[in-house]
T-cell receptor, first 110, second 115 residues
């Protein structure tokens, strides 16, 4: 079983649309959860952390359901600049290695 | 803003040759990592390094791989005898110390092509 699984994508949406990505993880001992963004042939960059209470950063909202081992990311009012691959990432603790999902590609179309 | 740097940006080598990928982590960081990403695949952990020794390594990190922090700034990944399947993007990352999660900052990567 894959450790972190994501929607296969790609998602092609018009500007202004709302899009949601889902992710599940297999290690119940995972403690911290994140969404990273990766542009083509670039390094991953932290988009936001994910908390059980849910958290919002502008147009981005992340949710965590520990019981279901499920993470989500909602992007409202999509911009062309949101086009990228979104990586679901989990970590066991502290400074242990990041475990990445394969990513979901988003293309926002004018 | 401090950043992780990596050199070279692209390395082309012949199968069986040794390569050294170089990284300069953020100066006050204490944890260092190497990850790789084969084209079209997920980012995979290779090795982590703390207090001048390997703290964790994955199955990918076999005897062909080694890491070193030769001075106070550089962190290197050596592949002794490259294989075709070593072709990938190699990312270095670093983070600060802490009991809770500390963000791992990634360098821009080195694209390794083995012919």
């Amino acid at each position: 079983r894959k450790e972190v699984e994501q929607d296969p994508g790609p998602f092609n949406v018009p500007e202004g649309a709302t899009v949601a990505f889902n992710c599940t993880y297999s290690n119940s001992a995972s403690q911290s959860f994140f969404w990273y963004r990766q542009d083509c042939r670039k390094e991953p960059k932290l988009l936001m952390s994910v908390y059980s209470s849910g958290n919002e950063d502008g147009r981005f909202t992340a949710q965590l359901n520990r019981a279901s081992q499920y993470i989500s990311l909602l992007i409202r009012d999509s911009k062309l600049s949101d086009s990228a691959t979104y990586l679901c990432v989990v970590i066991s603790s502290g400074n242990t290695p990041l475990v990445f999902g394969k990513g979901t590609r988003l293309s926002v179309i004018a | 803003e401090p950043e992780v740097t990596q050199t070279p940006s692209h390395q082309v080598t012949q199968m069986g040759q040794e390569v050294i990928l170089r990284c300069v982590p953020i100066s006050n960081h204490l944890y260092f990592y190497w990850y790789r990403q084969i084209l079209g695949q997920k980012v995979e952990f290779l090795v982590s390094f703390y207090n001048n020794e390997i703290s964790e390594k994955s199955e990918i990190f076999d005897d062909q791989f080694s890491v070193e922090r030769p001075d106070g700034s550089n962190f290197t990944l050596k592949i002794r005898s490259t294989k075709l399947e070593d072709s990938a993007m190699y990312f270095c990352a670093s983070s600060d110390r802490g009991l809770t999660y500390n963000e791992q900052f990634f360098g821009p990567g080195t694209r390794l092509t083995v012919l």
